[in-house]
């Protein structure tokens, strides 16, 4: 793979998308956006008491899921149409005529999609620069989630490109992508919470409680009740947010807690709540309300300490579908060709 050419590839693409004005004013409106959600952000946490020392950490984590969500909606359009855009125009082919491999036009396009998709990330910049001054935010917590947010991009970009080179109309493609990218991130939830309410045990609780007269004079505590139910059973299904992109972000990220135990930021929530799911439920419990002090509950460290991370499990099952892709892409694209689509322009 030649790089000269490669980057040619990359220059012609990028050029398109600067000469439009219409990609200026998305990164602008992009950027009004991130204005109003730090703002927010700042007031929302600020009124959080437990939460004030750690408000960069919680609007850090805001703003980079901002930035995630709005590249889930732009990628599809950005990459969906690069390969059968340019086929469907009739300037694939001159492309496909010179020194330029198959291979060199498709991850040409797969990188001009990704620097596209990477021009959110740099307007985020200054937005990122002021949660990190507002304090709470650890060197892990700054690197670690931009890092896999970077790959994110690239792998949305890499389903956009695959499927524009497999798929023959851009309209199709373009859905096509946003299919696949609504499978991993609203797909995942839907299967996690049928799957776990479909999967049901049976679970005993044992409970008793202070009887008291009319007058509120204690008469003892009542004998002991069962009551039988039905509970979900999310810790068979939890490994199915593992390829969830809001998701592998947060697990991968290491949670900041506070003095209590409790996580101070989204991504330590999310990431406890899908360590929770783990956790299966307990068959058999029992409640005393006769008891005068209440056990004291373990915090979200001590619960979750242990637990098994699934963010690399989730980022590979997504290199795997967008890598399959590309290479269905290539082959498709590849000359000479066998054969071509209904109506497909070559020249």
Known sequence: MNSSRLWTIVTLELMQRVRSVAWYVLLGVFAAILVGVTALSFLAFSGFSGWSNGAGSAVYSVIVYVVLLLVVLVSPTLAGNSVNGDREQATLAPVQVTLATTGEIIVGKLLAAWISGLAFVAVA??????????????????????????????????????????????????????????????????????????????????????????????????????????????????????ANPFVIVADATPTTYDRYGYPIDLFGQIASAVRYAQIPPETDTWWDGCLTTTPDSDSTREATEGLAPSWFVGLAVQLVVAGGLLWGGWARTRTPARTLPPGTRVA
Do not use: K, M
């Not at 670690?144 to 490109?161: C, D």
């Open 125 to 242: 910049v200054p937005f990122l620069i002021v949660a990190t001054v507002a304090g709470g935010v650890t060197p892990a917590g700054l690197l670690v989630p931009l890092a896999v947010l970077i790959a994110e991009i690239g792998v949305f970009s890499a389903i956009g490109v695959g499927l524009s080179a497999l798929i023959a109309r851009p309209l199709f493609s373009i859905a096509a992508t946003y299919l696949v990218v609504a499978a991993f991130v609203i797909g995942t939830l839907i299967v996690f919470g049928l799957g776990g309410g479909a999967t049901r045990s049976e679970t005993t609780t044992h409970s008793r409680y202070v009887e008291y007269t009319g007058d509120g004079r204690e008469l003892g505590c009542t004998d002991w009740e069962t009551q039988t139910s039905e509970v979900p059973r999310f810790d068979r299904v939890w490994w199915v947010l593992a």
